[in-house]
């Protein structure tokens, strides 16, 4: 099967689009991102699969609710719930959330400008509260 739909292959970068990717995802990006799930075995995936099916560390958001959050999730994330960044939200003070507009699971190759801004208003904030202290 990997042998047939390489990285390259239309099916498999329309199946890696559809899952992935946001309405203005380029193919650059979209090819990049079909040769990672390619570079992934099916073993691996299937193996991944309990760890994420048990992955609930709500009650570990006591670390981060007196710090700086920012919350990111594309509008068209197929992968993660926006309900779930909503309720992270809810649970941190300090969170901002952004619901990005014609965007996938992949935020941060997607919208990596945004993404970079966040991380810069983050390092000023807390360099600045470090500063203060």
């Known amino acids: 099967m990997r042998q047939l739909l390489p990285p390259t292959h239309p099916r498999h970068q329309k199946m ?17 991102g ?7 075995t099916l073993r691996a995936f299937i193996e991944f699969m309990p760890a994420l099916e048990g992955h609930d560390k709500r009650e570990n958001l006591t670390a981060l609710r ?3 959050v920012e919350i990111f999730v594309g509008d068209s994330d197929k992968l993660t719930p926006k309900r779930h960044s909503r309720q992270l939200a809810e649970a941190l ?22 993404v970079t801004e966040a991380i810069e208003r ?4 807390a360099t600045a509260e470090r500063a203060v202290a």
Do not use: C, F, N, W
């Open 122 to 125: 983050l390092l000023a904030r």
């Open 16 to 32: 890696v689009r559809d899952l992935l990717y946001g309405a203005d995802a380029t193919d650059q990006m979209v090819l990049t």
């Open 34 to 40: 079909a040769e990672i799930m390619h570079a992934s």
């Open 66 to 68: 007196d710090v700086p």
């Open 93 to 114: 003070p300090q969170a901002e959330l952004h619901v990005v507009e014609r965007t996938g699971h992949m935020i941060p190759q997607e919208r990596a400008q945004l």
